[in-house]
């Protein structure tokens, strides 16, 4: 674990100090930025539909027999927009992006591509992190966008459809239990989970033993430490902003 | 300067492992040195010294007059510029087709030439290393002779000064492995490039070297002309030749010739 650490912290200081001032390569960055974008979309608009869908009910369980109907949806504002949504981009984009960044980064090294771009001169970090970091930080946010307004639809589909609440008095107790600053926390979060995603994982195929075993298992502990670390940063990140 | 590799006292350790203890050695510019020894000596990790993907725990690496394991990364890359190498299974990237593989180098590093010049240049190693016309072929379709070709055109691109072999003959049909003999010494007698190449198999590399080098655990233990290597009466490397070499009669200039396909 320490010595995991410190590897990885080794690696983004590897990585600023070769790059951050670089311009990345030409014409590549859009390139991942569609491809982490297109790939992990589908899962994504899925789980927000079905996460949404949920909160209204389980909302509604809670609050109803209460008498609470107009709090339903206050409930899915609060834990959808500035919980939910973030999180599950986060996951989505770790398991579809970050898996397949740490498992392409692993077989190059295996077959000694990694090598091969170090001997004809590139930096390997500029060829590969650049591109994929940037591209990340480009789709990460509009991703958390997209999943927070997807849940929230589902949800309000899910209350007004299936559970005959109110729909206006669904959609105003939501505004008004969320605004604007919500939305750019969610942005800010997409941002730093895509920043966390893209490290953790370019790291693991980095750090990966050679051979078939090693690109399992970097894309394994890519998925898992990179959503582990953005639940935690998340933890943290919701106490200041909320707490 | 006539030594554009120099080793001084380099020793390299894995762990309680000592791969290269305290190895000395120089390679000639213009002429092939083919560094030999039996599987797991560290004859790979000799060639990633130079490279500088790997550093000696003591000693120097010294090429093109660089300290690869001291100087500053702009430097290293500026020698890694002038040099190529053949990596033991092509190290192609899957993502890129022939073409792109072999013409990465000189979109990275030559911006002077123009699109057409680097297309008119791939075509032309392609040709040199008898693939014509299989620019658009993805990698995934090559055989691993085929994969070694490319490897080779990618490293010669640029026309490096250095190029590097790891293994260019393990795993080849003899066809496929002549025809990389004699690229080798093509190319050596028309542009007067360096070449190192490592093998396990001495007979593969024996019409094509000037100079043979022999490590065995860790150590050097023979080094010096290729008529003067398989002659010596060092008993390991006698038993490494094998009973059965058959040289090849000496030409004129006291090498022995380069058999004719
Ligand atoms: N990066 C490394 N880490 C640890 N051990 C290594 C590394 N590279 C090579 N070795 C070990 O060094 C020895 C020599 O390897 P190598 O140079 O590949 O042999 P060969 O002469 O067959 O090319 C082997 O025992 C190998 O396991
Ligand atoms: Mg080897």
């Given at each position: 674990m320490i010595r995991w650490l410190g590897g990885f912290a080794w690696f983004v200081v590897d990585w600023a100090r070769a790059c951050a001032m670089r311009r990345p390569p030409p014409g590549r960055v859009m390139e991942e930025a569609f491809r982490i974008g297109v790939m992990s979309l589908p899962v994504l608009l899925t789980i927000s539909i079905f996460v949404g869908t949920n909160l209204a009910l389980q909302g509604y369980n809670a609050f109803v027999p209460l008498g609470g109907q107009r709090l339903v949806g206050m409930f899915v504002a609060l834990a959808g927009v500035r919980e939910l949504a973030p999180i599950i981009a986060a996951a989505m984009v770790a398991a579809k992006a970050g898996t397949e960044m740490a498992s392409q980064i692993a077989v190059m090294k295996t077959r000694e591509q990694v090598d091969a771009l170090e001997v004809m001169a590139v930096n390997p970090l500029w060829w590969l992190v650049t591109p994929r970091l940037y591209g990340i930080v480009l789709v990460m946010p509009a991703l958390t966008v997209i999943s927070i307004f997807t849940m929230v639809a589902a949800s309000y589909v899910a209350a007004t459809?299936?559970?005959?609440?109110?729909g206006a008095v669904f959609l105003e107790f939501a505004r008004n239990a969320t605004s604007g600053f919500d939305l750019v926390a969610g942005v800010v979060k997409g941002f730093v989970f895509g920043i966390v995603i893209c490290f953790v994982s370019t790291y693991c195929g980095f750090a990966s033993t050679k051979g078939p075993e090693g690109v399992g298992q970097a894309t394994n502990s890519a998925v898992v430490i990179s959503s582990v670390a953005c639940v935690s940063i998340n933890y943290i990140v919701s106490q200041v902003l909320y707490g | 300067m006539d030594e554009p590799i120099v080793f001084t006292g380099v020793s390299k350790r894995f762990g309680a492992l000592?791969?290269?203890?305290?190895v000395s050695l120089s390679f000639q510019r213009g002429q092939t040195t083919a560094v030999i020894g039996p599987s797991g000596t560290g004859k790979s990790v000799l060639l990633k010294h130079i490279v500088g993907l790997l550093h000696p725990d003591s000693g120097t690496v010294s090429v093109l007059g660089v300290d690869m394991a001291r100087a500053k990364d702009k430097d290293v890359y500026a020698v890694r510029k002038r040099l190529g190498m053949l990596f033991q299974d092509g190290a192609?990237?899957?993502?890129?087709?022939v073409g792109e593989n072999i013409a990465f180098p000189l979109q990275r590093h030559r911006a002077d030439l123009s699109t057409k010049r680097q297309r008119e240049r791939v075509d032309q190693v392609l040709e040199l290393v008898e693939l014509p016309g299989l620019y658009d072929r993805p990698t995934s379709a090559l055989s691993g002779g085929q994969r070694k070709r490319v490897g080779l055109a990618r490293a010669i691109v640029n026309e490096p000064e250095i190029v590097l072999f790891d293994?260019?003959?393990?795993?080849?049909?003899p066809m496929t492995s002549d025809a990389i003999d004699h690229l080798i010494h093509d190319m050596k007698a028309k542009l007067g490039i360096t070449f190192v190449v490592i093998s396990h198999d001495i007979v593969g590399t024996i019409n094509v070297a000037d100079r043979i080098a022999m490590l065995y655990q860790g150590k050097l233990i023979a080094n010096g002309t290729t008529a003067e290597v398989v002659r010596s009466e060092h008993p390991v490397l006698r038993r490494f030749l094998g009973r059965n070499l058959v040289l090849p009669e000496p030409g004129d200039d006291g090498l022995p010739r380069l058999p004719s396909i």
């Open positions: 459809v299936q559970l005959g609440l109110n | 000592t791969v290269l203890d305290d192609l990237f899957d993502s890129l087709s293994e260019p003959n393990s795993g080849l049909d």
